[in-house]
Nanobody
Framework: QVQLVESGGGLVQAGGSLRLSCATS????????MGWFRQAPGKEREFVAG????????AYADSVKGRFTISRDNAKNTVYLQMNSLKPEDTAVYYC?????????????????WGQGTQVTVSS
């Protein structure tokens, strides 16, 4: 079993930045590929970014490319999402997820464990 705990969400003005963190416990963090998803009110949960076990490969949704950066520190059992140039449409609950296979996939069904989410609100 893997426990995931997100933090770092909050209220920020458009154009601002936030860094989300997802701390893990349980089985070895480095054995999981990790992903960030988000869900806005009334919408389905959508893929934001993903990273393989070693951090050697990353993937991003088109809507966040060039603005968001995913990274991980396997020594700290933590994955990060640096979000810059935030827009009101980035407002959502952000979730981190862990996947046993060492590939990044964009579907929620591809992930085995989920955190409880952290709210990000971007004001215009």
């Amino acid at each position: 079993q893997v426990q995931l705990v997100e933090s770092g969400g909050g209220l920020v003005q458009a154009g601002g930045s936030l860094r989300l963190s997802c701390a893990t416990s349980g089985r070895t963090f480095s054995t999981y590929a990790m992903g960030w998803f988000r869900q806005a009110p009334g919408k389905e949960r959508e893929f934001v970014a993903g990273i393989t076990r070693s951090g050697g490969s990353t993937a991003y949704a088109d809507s966040v490319k060039g603005r968001f950066t995913i990274s991980r520190d396997n020594a700290k059992n933590t994955v990060y999402l640096q979000m810059n140039s935030l827009k009101p449409e980035d407002t959502a609950v952000y979730y981190c997820a862990a996947r046993s296979r060492n590939t990044v996939v964009v579907t929620t069904s591809g992930y085995d464990y989920w955190g409880q989410g952290t709210q990000v609100t971007v004001s215009s």
